[in-house]
């Protein structure tokens, strides 16, 4: 998951320079007003769906999305009063979006194993270090009283037949 975080992250960032230098070659191009004009024509918010997905036990975002790069035509604004660098520049903004869509999915999934394995590493330590000492501290009184217990019986076993064996020496036979 870490390998396909990275990737992610690095394909963002390559995305996002390829887009912003698209976005610019379209302002310089078609002048700023136009490529602003353009971009306030779009008014569709991509649809995005969060739900929870199960890994390892433990209930993580799944986060995804049916968006996918339009046509031109589908785009919201006039494809006769824009061009090709409008265009370009809208996919790879589009691209980019996908791919940040996954982006948060994965850190989020991260983001929640990790919490988790931080959890986990805790309640290792308190047990490596609170429960574990308490538990030989107490196997230890166990033994020293079983063996005191033990000691006990014998000396009474002795106690009870040397009692038995003087009644028997006494009694008339």
Wanted: proline letters at 3%; glycine letters at 4%.
């Amino acid at each position: 998951m870490l390998k396909e975080a990275v990737e992610v992250r690095r394909r963002i960032v390559e995305q996002y320079r390829d887009a912003r230098h698209a976005l610019s070659v379209a302002q310089a191009i078609d002048g700023a007003l136009v490529v602003s004009s353009a971009a306030n024509a779009v008014s569709a918010l991509p649809p995005v769906e969060v739900g929870e997905r199960n890994i390892i036990g433990l209930k993580t975002a799944k986060i995804s999305s049916s968006f996918r790069i339009p046509e031109p035509q589908n785009r919201g604004y006039g494809i006769i009063g824009t061009s090709y660098h409008i265009d370009y520049a809208a996919e790879l903004y589009a691209a980019l979006l996908e791919t940040s869509i996954r982006a948060a999915e994965i850190e989020a999934m991260m983001r929640k194993l990790l919490d988790e394995i931080e959890k986990a590493r805790r309640r290792v330590s308190a047990l490596e270090f609170v429960v574990l000492p308490g538990l030989r501290d107490a196997e230890s009184f166990i033994r020293m009283r079983l063996e005191e217990l033990e000691r006990e019986d014998k000396f009474r076993l002795k106690r009870i037949k040397q009692r038995a064996e003087s009644a028997a020496a006494e009694s008339p036979a």
